[in-house]
């Protein structure tokens, strides 16, 4: 089992920033991918960007130049600064690692872009 703890979801004005982090703890192995994916209401769950063990990274068309992950492997933490916010980017984020077969989702953080 894997546990997943985000943090760092709240409110910001159009143009503004935030990081969100994501902390996974268990049974970890040394390959994983990790990611976020976001949700809006009446919208399916989106990848918006990914990143392996390698630091290989995957991004969403609409975040692409404006959004960053990263990730600390000897914390097994992964980051997503957000800059540039647009009111569009306005959802739920979710954690996401996958690990062989097993997929793990976190609980979700707010995201709100208002003015």
């Known amino acids: 089992q894997v546990q997943l703890v985000e943090s760092g979801g709240g409110l910001r004005q159009p143009g503004g920033s935030l990081r969100l982090s994501c902390a996974a703890s268990?049974?970890?192995?040394?390959?994983?991918?990790m990611g976020w994916y976001r949700q809006a209401p009446g919208l399916q769950r989106e990848l918006v960007a990914r990143i392996s063990s390698g630091g290989v990274t995957t991004y969403a068309d609409s975040v692409k130049g404006r959004f960053t992950i990263s990730r600390d492997n000897a914390k097994n933490t992964v980051y997503l600064q957000m800059d540039s916010l647009k009111y569009e980017d306005t959802a739920v984020y979710y954690c996401?690692?996958?690990?062989?077969?097993?997929?793990?989702w976190g609980q979700g953080t707010q995201v709100t872009v208002s003015s």
């Open positions: 996401n690692f996958n690990q062989a077969t097993n997929t793990y």
């Open positions: 268990g049974s970890i192995r040394s390959f994983y991918v």
